[in-house]
């Protein structure tokens, strides 16, 4: 029988936060020199940090490193949920753009627990 190895791709707060930077990318993209310049770049820079701490966090050696990068992660959703209001507040989103965007960042904190869960119990350094 063959091991399987878990891969990046197969960690699903992963695959939910990359799918979510490139959505709001595709939006801030679209904004007027000021908003893009002002919010959109924050914006954008926070859902990214996301799925990037993740796949920095498995690349990760010990479990240690790995966790550290994990909960980077929830800041990055925190500051992203702050850029989510700030946006819908200055009219820069539209409300099937922002619920989409909470709706998911809404699943992210409980993914991401359950990966450092995962990552604290199955690794032994």
Same mark, same amino acid.
């Given at each position: ?8 791709? #197969?960690?699903? +707060?992963?695959? &939910? !936060?990359?799918?979510?930077?490139? %959505?709001?990318?595709?939006?801030? /993209? $679209? ?16 859902? #990214?940090?996301? +799925?990037?701490? &993740? !796949?920095?966090?498995?690349?990760? %050696?010990?479990?240690?490193?790995? /966790? $550290? ?57």
């Amino acid at each position: 029988m063959e091991n399987k190895y878990l891969q990046l791709n #197969d960690i699903k +707060s992963y695959k &939910i !936060a990359f799918n979510l930077s490139n %959505y709001v990318w595709n939006i801030v /993209i $679209k904004w007027d020199w000021f908003a893009r310049n002002h919010i959109g770049g924050q914006f954008v820079e926070s859902i #990214d940090s996301i +799925s990037a701490n &993740i !796949a920095e966090g498995f690349g990760r %050696y010990n479990k240690k490193d790995k /966790i $550290k990068f994990y909960r980077y992660s929830q800041g990055s959703i925190k500051e992203s949920f702050d850029w989510n209001e700030k946006s819908k507040v200055r009219m820069l989103l539209n409300n099937e753009e922002y619920n989409y965007i909470l709706n998911e960042l809404q699943k992210l904190p409980k993914e991401l627990n359950q990966l450092i869960s995962f990552t604290d119990q199955k690794l032994t350094i």
